[in-house]
């Protein structure tokens, strides 16, 4: 399922050490108006050393011509994406499948 995710993805961008992947960030777009971010994964070993900073920024830079990048966040998170400029706001969602894996 993740990687029918990241082919579907408009913008994919992956930090490498060693060749062994160790993060990655994705968004889906309409390409004309605004970018949303799916997954923004770094492993622990590596949390807290810049690389998803580094990935946000990567994205942004290939989003710039949009109006807006919006993503969802766990409640932990929230300070990080607040770092980088992002606001804090509401969001609705409906989910047709939680049996997904």
């Known amino acids: ?22 993060g990655f960030v994705s968004a889906v777009s309409d390409r004309v108006h605004c970018a949303f971010v799916t997954y923004l994964e770094v ?7 810049g690389i998803g900073s580094e990935l946000m920024q990567k994205l942004e830079e290939s989003l710039s011509h949009l109006y807006a990048i919006v993503l969802q966040c766990g409640n932990n ?7 980088l400029g992002y606001m804090q706001g509401n969001a609705m969602y ?8």
């Open 1 to 22: 399922m993740m990687l029918k995710s990241l082919e579907a993805s408009c913008k994919v961008w992956f930090a490498f050490d060693n060749g062994e992947g160790i």
């Open 43 to 49: 492993l622990p070993d590596y949390q807290g050393q």
């Open 77 to 83: 998170v929230i300070p990080f994406y607040k770092k």
């Open 94 to 101: 409906k989910r047709f499948n939680t049996n997904m894996s």
